[in-house]
């Protein structure tokens, strides 16, 4: 199960301290 | 994917800014960005998961490549030939895998080398053709 963050400053600081990069998922609820 | 990179989603309905400021039209949007949150790739629409895993580790390798982590590049592509053979990202997924080896050794001839497998795997290919200056490259 993919585990999704929901605030880029959150991604970022996570990605800088994994040294990953982001997939970022623009997507409609409906 | 957890294990590769960190997922983030955004929502049109609760976060329409982000929507703007990524000029993002159209959803779905997949983008790759690398660990500082510089977007390097984006593609639009519904692929299937054989296709959606291929195009991101594709972007994902150019990203790597990008960021001279030229190992980390040759990992994913080498993913991309292990788990996602028959995909559209397989042709430029040949091209990037003799760049990324030409920076590995040091050697132009793995430029040639990835012309001489697209013509002969995939003639048709739009990275066949931006291939073709390469055949100018001694084997």
Same mark, same amino acid.
């Given at each position: 199960?993919?585990?999704?963050?929901?605030?880029? /400053?959150?991604?970022?600081?996570?990605?800088?301290?994994?040294?990953?990069?982001?997939?970022?998922?623009?997507?409609?609820?409906? | 994917?957890?294990?590769?990179?960190?997922?983030l989603?955004?929502?049109r309905?609760?976060?329409?800014?982000?929507?703007?400021?990524?000029?993002?039209?159209?959803?779905?949007?997949?983008?790759?960005?690398?660990?500082?949150?510089?977007?390097?790739? $984006?593609?639009?629409?519904?692929?299937?998961?054989?296709?959606?895993?291929?195009?991101?580790?594709? /972007?994902?390798?150019?990203?790597?490549?990008?960021?001279?982590?030229?190992d980390?590049?040759?990992?994913?592509?080498?993913?991309?030939?292990?788990?996602?053979?028959?995909?559209?990202?397989?042709p430029?997924?040949?091209?990037?895998?003799?760049?990324?080896?030409?920076?590995?050794?040091?050697?132009?001839?793995?430029? $040639?080398?990835?012309?001489? $497998?697209?013509?002969?795997?995939?003639?048709?290919?739009?990275?066949?053709?931006?291939?073709?200056?390469?055949?100018?490259?001694?084997?």
């Amino acid at each position: 199960m993919i585990i999704w963050q929901e605030s880029f /400053d959150t991604t970022v600081q996570k990605a800088k301290a994994d040294g990953k990069l982001i997939v970022m998922d623009f997507f409609n609820p409906h | 994917m957890n294990n590769q990179f960190i997922p983030l989603r955004i929502n049109r309905e609760k976060q329409r800014a982000m929507f703007k400021q990524y000029l993002v039209a159209w959803t779905p949007t997949i983008m790759l960005l690398d660990m500082d949150g510089k977007v390097h790739h $984006r593609f639009n629409g519904f692929l299937t998961p054989p296709e959606m895993g291929a195009r991101i580790l594709l /972007d994902a390798a150019k990203i790597e490549l990008f960021l001279q982590r030229n190992d980390r590049a040759r990992r994913q592509l080498d993913n991309i030939f292990t788990d996602y053979q028959g995909t559209f990202a397989i042709p430029e997924a040949i091209f990037y895998s003799g760049v990324v080896d030409m920076e590995l050794q040091e050697d132009p001839k793995f430029l $040639r080398q990835l012309l001489e $497998r697209l013509r002969k795997e995939f003639p048709l290919s739009e990275w066949t053709m931006k291939a073709k200056p390469y055949e100018l490259i001694d084997l």
